[in-house]
C-alpha cells in the first residue's frame, strides 16, 4: 500500500524558531511537493522537487526552504518561524508526469 | 497560466438526495483532471480522474464526473449522498509541462440525515 509519512500530526512552536518538517515516501516517487492549507483558500503550493536534489518554487515561497537529499525524503523548513505560518502543512508525491497525488496526512503547525 | 474555480464553498444535502459539485477550469493547452476529497483530521485521498479518453468518469464510493471542453468544466456528481460524504471536496487541474498542480478552493459537502 502506497505511503506517505510526516514526522509529526501537531506541532507548536515559537515565533523566530527554525522549523523542520520532514515527509517521506515509499513508493519511489519522482515528484515530491509541500502545500499551506488555510480555511477558504484551499491548497497553496510552497516549493515542489522533481528529483533528488532539484526544487522549484511554487506560489508561495517566501519564509520557506526545502531539501531534497534523498528521493524519498523531502523536507520543509521555515528559517524563523513567524505567527502567520501558523497553518496546516500536506506533502505529496506522485511518479513524473500527469498523475495524482498521494498525500500525507498533514501537520498542524501553530506558532506563538 | 491555467486555474481552478469552486464556486460553491459549502453544500449542504439531505441523505440519500443528490449532488453535484462544480469545478470550472481555464487554460489554454491540453488538461488533466481530477477530484480528491479530504476527511477530517486527514490528508487528501484521489476520488477520480480524467486523462483522457471516455469524458464520464467514475470514482470510488459511487461518485462521477464528466469532462465538459466546451463548458471548461469538470463537475463531480453522486446520485444518492449517504452521512460518510460529509468531507472537503477539491478539484484540480495539471496543463502543460505537467509539473504544476492548480487546485481550486475547496467545496465543504455537509451531509444532513
Known amino acids: 500500500d502506497v505511503k506517505v509519512t510526516q514526522s509529526s500530526r501537531y506541532l507548536v512552536k515559537r515565533t523566530g524558531e527554525k522549523v523542520f518538517l520532514e515527509c517521506v515516501q515509499d513508493m519511489d516517487h519522482e515528484n515530491m511537493f509541500w502545500y499551506r492549507q488555510d480555511p477558504g483558500l484551499g491548497l497553496r503550493l510552497i516549493y515542489f522537487?522533481?528529483?533528488?536534489?532539484?526544487?522549484e518554487k511554487g506560489d508561495i515561497p517566501e519564509g520557506y526552504s526545502v531539501s531534497r537529499e534523498k528521493k524519498e525524503r523531502f523536507s520543509l523548513i521555515l528559517e524563523s518561524a513567524s505567527t502567520n505560518q501558523t497553518s496546516m502543512y500536506l506533502c505529496a508525491s506522485r511518479l513524473k508526469g500527469p498523475y495524482e497525488q498521494y498525500f500525507g496526512p498533514g501537520t498542524r503547525l501553530t506558532v506563538t | 497560466a491555467q486555474s481552478v474555480t469552486q464556486l460553491d464553498s459549502q453544500v449542504p444535502v439531505f441523505e440519500e438526495a443528490p449532488v453535484e459539485l462544480r469545478c470550472n477550469y481555464s487554460?489554454?493547452?491540453?488538461?488533466?483532471l481530477f477530484w480528491y476529497v479530504q476527511y477530517p483530521n486527514q490528508g487528501l485521498q484521489l476520488l477520480l480522474k480524467y486523462l483522457s479518453g471516455s469524458t464520464l468518469v467514475k470514482g470510488i464510493n459511487g461518485f462521477e464526473a464528466e469532462f465538459n471542453k466546451s463548458q471548461t468544466s469538470f463537475h463531480l456528481r453522486k446520485p444518492s449522498v449517504h452521512i460518510s460524504d460529509t468531507a472537503e471536496y477539491f478539484c484540480a487541474v495539471i496543463s502543460g509541462g505537467y509539473q504544476k498542480v492548480t487546485f481550486g478552493t475547496g467545496t465543504k459537502l455537509q451531509v444532513i440525515p
Open positions: 487554460s489554454s493547452v491540453s488538461v488533466y
Open positions: 522537487s522533481y528529483d533528488v536534489k532539484m526544487k
